[in-house]
Protein backbone atom coordinates (compact mmCIF):
# COMPACT_ATOMS: atom_id res chain seq x y z
CA UNK A 1 0.00 0.00 0.00
CA UNK A 2 1.34 3.42 -1.01
CA UNK A 3 1.48 6.54 1.12
CA UNK A 4 -0.24 4.95 4.09
CA UNK A 5 0.21 3.27 7.02
CA UNK A 6 -2.18 0.63 7.76
CA UNK A 7 -0.96 -0.58 11.24
CA UNK A 8 0.13 -3.71 10.33
CA UNK A 9 3.16 -4.14 12.82
CA UNK A 10 4.48 -7.34 14.22
CA UNK A 11 2.54 -7.23 17.14
CA UNK A 12 -0.85 -7.15 15.33
CA UNK A 13 0.09 -9.72 13.62
CA UNK A 14 0.83 -12.11 16.39
CA UNK A 15 -2.59 -10.92 18.47
CA UNK A 16 -6.04 -12.09 17.62
CA UNK A 17 -8.36 -9.43 16.26
CA UNK A 18 -10.63 -10.24 19.43
CA UNK A 19 -8.09 -9.39 22.03
CA UNK A 20 -6.43 -6.24 19.66
CA UNK A 21 -10.21 -5.07 19.99
CA UNK A 22 -10.18 -5.64 23.60
CA UNK A 23 -6.42 -3.93 24.21
CA UNK A 24 -7.57 -0.96 22.04
CA UNK A 25 -10.72 -0.38 24.71
CA UNK A 26 -9.30 -1.30 27.44
CA UNK A 27 -6.56 1.58 26.43
CA UNK A 28 -8.76 3.78 26.00
CA UNK A 29 -10.51 3.48 29.17
CA UNK A 30 -7.82 3.90 31.34
CA UNK A 31 -6.83 7.02 29.21
CA UNK A 32 -10.50 8.21 29.76
CA UNK A 33 -10.71 8.54 25.92
CA UNK A 34 -13.77 5.95 25.49
CA UNK A 35 -16.94 8.23 23.83
CA UNK A 36 -19.08 7.82 27.46
CA UNK A 37 -15.83 9.03 29.50
CA UNK A 38 -15.78 12.63 27.93
CA UNK A 39 -17.59 14.82 25.74
CA UNK A 40 -16.88 14.48 22.07
CA UNK A 41 -17.83 15.84 18.69
CA UNK A 42 -21.14 14.35 17.69
CA UNK A 43 -19.67 13.01 14.35
CA UNK A 44 -17.58 10.84 16.29
CA UNK A 45 -19.95 8.57 17.34
CA UNK A 46 -22.04 8.64 13.86
CA UNK A 47 -19.60 6.84 12.02
CA UNK A 48 -20.74 5.76 8.14
CA UNK A 49 -18.89 4.74 4.75
CA UNK A 50 -19.95 7.15 2.23
CA UNK A 51 -18.69 4.55 -0.62
CA UNK A 52 -22.11 2.46 0.52
CA UNK A 53 -23.80 4.63 2.49
CA UNK A 54 -23.91 2.71 5.44
CA UNK A 55 -23.22 3.31 8.78
CA UNK A 56 -20.69 1.66 11.10
CA UNK A 57 -22.70 -0.34 14.03
CA UNK A 58 -22.45 -2.59 17.28
CA UNK A 59 -18.22 -2.49 17.93
CA UNK A 60 -17.57 -0.45 14.93
CA UNK A 61 -18.80 2.37 15.89
CA UNK A 62 -17.01 2.27 19.56
CA UNK A 63 -13.99 1.81 17.82
CA UNK A 64 -14.66 4.84 15.27
CA UNK A 65 -15.94 6.38 17.98
CA UNK A 66 -12.61 6.77 20.01
CA UNK A 67 -11.06 8.83 17.37
CA UNK A 68 -13.03 12.11 18.10
CA UNK A 69 -12.69 13.00 14.26
CA UNK A 70 -15.29 15.66 13.17
CA UNK A 71 -16.07 14.29 9.79
CA UNK A 72 -18.40 11.05 10.23
CA UNK A 73 -17.15 9.23 6.70
CA UNK A 74 -14.77 6.25 7.44
CA UNK A 75 -13.65 4.08 4.33
CA UNK A 76 -11.02 1.57 3.05
CA UNK A 77 -7.55 2.65 1.21
CA UNK A 78 -9.27 0.56 -1.96
CA UNK A 79 -12.45 2.01 -1.78
CA UNK A 80 -10.96 5.83 -1.87
CA UNK A 81 -8.20 4.74 -4.54
CA UNK A 82 -11.67 3.39 -6.70
CA UNK A 83 -13.19 6.41 -6.65
CA UNK A 84 -10.02 8.47 -7.63
CA UNK A 85 -9.02 9.68 -4.08
CA UNK A 86 -5.88 9.12 -2.31
CA UNK A 87 -5.10 8.69 1.49
CA UNK A 88 -2.47 11.45 2.91
CA UNK A 89 1.27 10.13 3.01
CA UNK A 90 2.58 8.79 6.36
CA UNK A 91 -1.80 8.79 7.66
CA UNK A 92 -2.96 5.44 9.75
CA UNK A 93 -5.70 3.38 9.34
CA UNK A 94 -8.26 2.61 12.38
CA UNK A 95 -8.76 -1.14 12.71
CA UNK A 96 -12.64 -2.15 12.22
CA UNK A 97 -13.97 -5.74 12.14
CA UNK A 98 -16.56 -7.94 10.27
CA UNK A 99 -17.82 -11.21 10.83
CA UNK A 100 -16.89 -13.25 6.89
CA UNK A 101 -17.26 -16.65 5.49
CA UNK A 102 -14.15 -18.20 4.60
CA UNK A 103 -13.31 -19.30 1.03
CA UNK A 104 -13.51 -23.59 0.64
CA UNK A 105 -9.81 -22.90 0.09
CA UNK A 106 -9.02 -20.90 3.56
CA UNK A 107 -11.58 -22.62 5.37
CA UNK A 108 -9.52 -26.36 4.69
CA UNK A 109 -6.34 -24.60 5.53
CA UNK A 110 -7.36 -23.55 8.68
CA UNK A 111 -9.21 -26.65 9.59
CA UNK A 112 -5.91 -28.49 8.47
CA UNK A 113 -3.81 -26.40 10.74
CA UNK A 114 -6.20 -27.06 13.13
CA UNK A 115 -6.31 -30.70 12.92
CA UNK A 116 -10.06 -30.65 12.61
CA UNK A 117 -12.51 -31.89 9.90
CA UNK A 118 -12.97 -29.99 7.04
CA UNK A 119 -16.10 -27.62 7.88
CA UNK A 120 -18.78 -27.06 5.25
CA UNK A 121 -19.04 -23.53 6.11
CA UNK A 122 -16.81 -21.14 8.64
CA UNK A 123 -16.89 -17.47 9.20
CA UNK A 124 -14.61 -15.79 11.18
CA UNK A 125 -13.73 -12.13 12.39
CA UNK A 126 -11.48 -10.61 10.53
CA UNK A 127 -9.78 -7.16 10.79
CA UNK A 128 -9.78 -4.03 8.31
CA UNK A 129 -8.54 -0.85 8.55
CA UNK A 130 -10.42 2.37 7.14
CA UNK A 131 -9.17 5.91 7.23
CA UNK A 132 -10.92 9.10 8.28
CA UNK A 133 -12.41 11.39 5.27
CA UNK A 134 -9.90 14.51 6.80
CA UNK A 135 -7.21 11.87 6.20
CA UNK A 136 -8.14 11.56 1.79
CA UNK A 137 -7.05 14.15 -0.77
CA UNK A 138 -9.78 14.44 -3.14
CA UNK A 139 -12.65 13.91 -0.98
CA UNK A 140 -15.52 16.19 -1.50
CA UNK A 141 -16.72 18.49 1.72
CA UNK A 142 -18.86 16.66 3.85
CA UNK A 143 -22.65 16.88 2.43
CA UNK A 144 -24.84 19.30 4.65
CA UNK A 145 -28.13 17.80 5.61
CA UNK A 146 -31.15 19.06 3.12
CA UNK A 147 -34.41 20.75 4.34
CA UNK A 148 -36.16 19.98 7.57
CA UNK A 149 -35.60 21.68 10.82
CA UNK A 150 -33.60 20.41 13.72
CA UNK A 151 -34.89 19.18 17.12
CA UNK A 152 -33.39 20.55 20.03
CA UNK A 153 -31.51 18.24 22.04
CA UNK A 154 -33.31 18.89 25.01
CA UNK A 155 -36.59 18.46 22.78
CA UNK A 156 -35.79 15.53 21.05
CA UNK A 157 -34.86 13.77 24.60
CA UNK A 158 -37.98 14.35 26.20
CA UNK A 159 -39.65 12.78 22.97
CA UNK A 160 -37.56 9.60 24.22
CA UNK A 161 -38.66 9.73 27.34
CA UNK A 162 -42.87 10.55 25.90
CA UNK A 163 -42.44 7.48 23.83
CA UNK A 164 -41.72 5.61 26.48
CA UNK A 165 -44.38 6.53 28.67
CA UNK A 166 -47.14 6.14 26.20
CA UNK A 167 -46.55 3.42 24.31
CA UNK A 168 -44.40 0.98 27.23
CA UNK A 169 -45.56 2.50 30.37
CA UNK A 170 -42.81 3.20 31.96
CA UNK A 171 -43.29 5.96 34.93
CA UNK A 172 -40.46 8.06 35.60
CA UNK A 173 -40.77 9.17 39.36
CA UNK A 174 -38.66 12.58 40.56
CA UNK A 175 -37.64 12.01 44.39
CA UNK A 176 -34.69 11.37 46.48
CA UNK A 177 -30.71 11.72 45.68
CA UNK A 178 -30.48 8.81 43.48
CA UNK A 179 -30.83 8.38 39.64
CA UNK A 180 -31.81 4.72 38.87
CA UNK A 181 -33.82 1.69 37.11
CA UNK A 182 -36.35 -0.05 39.11
CA UNK A 183 -37.18 -3.41 37.09
CA UNK A 184 -39.67 -5.39 39.56
CA UNK A 185 -41.75 -1.60 39.06
CA UNK A 186 -40.90 -0.74 36.06
CA UNK A 187 -39.78 2.76 37.60
CA UNK A 188 -36.80 5.54 36.56
CA UNK A 189 -36.42 7.54 39.91
CA UNK A 190 -34.40 10.46 39.24
CA UNK A 191 -33.60 13.77 41.52
CA UNK A 192 -35.72 16.90 40.69
CA UNK A 193 -33.48 18.79 37.52
CA UNK A 194 -32.36 21.48 39.98
CA UNK A 195 -30.04 19.19 41.57
CA UNK A 196 -28.05 18.61 38.65
CA UNK A 197 -25.11 21.10 37.45
CA UNK A 198 -26.99 21.33 34.09
CA UNK A 199 -29.88 20.59 31.63
CA UNK A 200 -27.64 18.61 29.78
CA UNK A 201 -26.70 16.32 32.78
CA UNK A 202 -30.28 15.55 33.80
CA UNK A 203 -30.89 14.74 30.28
CA UNK A 204 -27.47 12.22 29.95
CA UNK A 205 -28.64 10.75 33.16
CA UNK A 206 -32.03 9.84 32.46
CA UNK A 207 -31.01 8.67 28.64
CA UNK A 208 -28.80 6.21 30.57
CA UNK A 209 -31.68 4.95 32.83
CA UNK A 210 -33.84 4.36 29.97
CA UNK A 211 -31.18 2.58 28.58
CA UNK A 212 -31.55 0.09 31.40
CA UNK A 213 -35.47 0.38 31.04
CA UNK A 214 -34.97 -2.26 28.36
CA UNK A 215 -34.14 -4.87 30.64
CA UNK A 216 -38.17 -5.27 30.80
CA UNK A 217 -40.33 -7.65 29.02
CA UNK A 218 -42.74 -4.94 27.88
CA UNK A 219 -39.66 -3.54 25.84
CA UNK A 220 -36.82 -5.74 24.50
CA UNK A 221 -36.74 -8.61 27.56
CA UNK A 222 -33.01 -8.25 28.02
CA UNK A 223 -33.51 -9.93 31.86
CA UNK A 224 -31.20 -12.54 31.45
CA UNK A 225 -28.66 -9.80 30.88
CA UNK A 226 -28.72 -9.72 34.80
CA UNK A 227 -29.46 -13.36 35.36
CA UNK A 228 -26.43 -15.23 33.31
CA UNK A 229 -23.66 -13.30 35.92
CA UNK A 230 -24.09 -12.62 39.54
CA UNK A 231 -23.32 -9.97 41.65
CA UNK A 232 -21.31 -6.84 41.28
CA UNK A 233 -20.31 -8.02 37.95
CA UNK A 234 -23.77 -8.55 36.36
CA UNK A 235 -24.96 -5.23 37.14
CA UNK A 236 -21.07 -3.79 36.20
CA UNK A 237 -21.49 -4.93 32.48
CA UNK A 238 -24.75 -3.90 32.42
CA UNK A 239 -23.71 -0.44 33.81
CA UNK A 240 -21.53 -1.04 30.61
CA UNK A 241 -24.10 -1.86 27.60
CA UNK A 242 -26.13 1.32 29.38
CA UNK A 243 -22.84 3.46 28.98
CA UNK A 244 -22.61 2.67 25.35
CA UNK A 245 -26.30 2.90 24.68
CA UNK A 246 -26.59 6.36 26.20
CA UNK A 247 -23.51 7.85 24.13
CA UNK A 248 -24.62 6.33 20.71
CA UNK A 249 -28.12 8.38 22.01
CA UNK A 250 -25.99 11.12 23.18
CA UNK A 251 -24.73 11.41 19.42
CA UNK A 252 -28.51 11.10 17.67
CA UNK A 253 -30.01 13.86 20.10
CA UNK A 254 -27.32 16.44 20.98
CA UNK A 255 -27.68 15.45 24.66
CA UNK A 256 -23.68 14.99 25.52
CA UNK A 257 -22.81 13.65 29.41
CA UNK A 258 -20.78 16.64 31.73
CA UNK A 259 -18.44 16.18 34.35
CA UNK A 260 -20.98 15.17 36.38
CA UNK A 261 -22.41 12.12 34.63
CA UNK A 262 -19.56 11.02 33.77
CA UNK A 263 -17.88 10.90 37.71
CA UNK A 264 -21.20 9.06 38.44
CA UNK A 265 -20.20 5.44 36.71
CA UNK A 266 -16.65 6.13 36.55
CA UNK A 267 -16.39 3.60 40.08
CA UNK A 268 -17.39 0.73 37.63
CA UNK A 269 -14.15 1.43 35.65
CA UNK A 270 -11.86 -1.00 36.88
CA UNK A 271 -14.83 -3.66 36.95
CA UNK A 272 -14.69 -3.40 33.11
CA UNK A 273 -11.29 -3.69 32.67
CA UNK A 274 -11.47 -6.94 34.44
CA UNK A 275 -14.14 -8.63 32.58
CA UNK A 276 -12.87 -7.33 29.69
CA UNK A 277 -9.45 -8.89 30.22
CA UNK A 278 -10.60 -11.75 31.09
CA UNK A 279 -13.22 -12.60 28.48
CA UNK A 280 -12.59 -10.23 25.20
CA UNK A 281 -15.90 -10.96 23.88
CA UNK A 282 -17.63 -8.75 26.83
CA UNK A 283 -17.16 -5.98 24.46
CA UNK A 284 -18.53 -7.15 21.53
CA UNK A 285 -21.49 -8.43 23.37
CA UNK A 286 -21.71 -5.11 25.76
CA UNK A 287 -21.57 -3.20 21.96
CA UNK A 288 -23.91 -5.37 20.25
CA UNK A 289 -26.64 -5.03 23.11
CA UNK A 290 -25.69 -1.33 23.79
CA UNK A 291 -26.84 -0.29 19.86
CA UNK A 292 -30.24 -2.59 19.97
CA UNK A 293 -30.77 -0.39 22.94
CA UNK A 294 -30.49 2.28 21.40
CA UNK A 295 -31.81 1.53 18.32
CA UNK A 296 -35.18 0.63 20.20
CA UNK A 297 -35.04 3.38 22.07
CA UNK A 298 -35.10 5.56 18.73
CA UNK A 299 -37.39 3.66 16.55
CA UNK A 300 -40.26 4.07 19.87
CA UNK A 301 -39.10 7.99 19.72
CA UNK A 302 -40.12 8.16 16.16
CA UNK A 303 -42.97 6.67 15.99
CA UNK A 304 -44.06 8.06 18.96
CA UNK A 305 -43.14 11.79 17.31
CA UNK A 306 -44.88 10.94 14.02
CA UNK A 307 -48.24 10.10 15.39
CA UNK A 308 -48.70 12.90 17.32
CA UNK A 309 -48.09 15.30 14.28
CA UNK A 310 -51.31 17.23 13.90
CA UNK A 311 -50.87 17.24 10.93
CA UNK A 312 -50.74 12.87 10.74
CA UNK A 313 -53.37 13.34 13.66
CA UNK A 314 -55.97 14.57 11.76
CA UNK A 315 -55.21 12.22 8.57
CA UNK A 316 -55.85 9.41 10.70
CA UNK A 317 -59.01 10.60 12.03
CA UNK A 318 -60.54 11.68 8.82
CA UNK A 319 -59.51 7.64 7.79
CA UNK A 320 -61.20 5.83 10.27
CA UNK A 321 -64.40 8.05 9.93
CA UNK A 322 -64.43 8.07 6.39
CA UNK A 323 -67.63 5.32 5.43
CA UNK A 324 -66.46 2.50 3.93
CA UNK A 325 -67.22 2.05 0.13
Not at 6 to 12: C, F, Q, V
Not at 101 to 112: F, H, I
Amino acid sequence: MKGASTNRDSEAQHIDVKSQVALTIIEAMKQQQTPWQRPWNGASMKPMNPTTGNSYRGINRVLLGLSGMPDARWLTYQQAAANGWQVKKGEKGRVIVKVVELTPDEANNQAAEEGGEKPEKRMVLKRYYVFNASQIDGIPPMPVPEGGQEIEPVERAESIVAALKEKTGLLVVHQGQQACYVPSRDQILMPRKEAFHSTYDYYATLMHECGHSTLHEKRLDRRDALGKRFGDEAYSLEELRAEISSAILAAETGIAPGPEHIANHAAYLNSWIKSIQNDPMVIFSAAKDAQRMADYLLELESQYRFSNRPDIKEWVREYDQAPAL
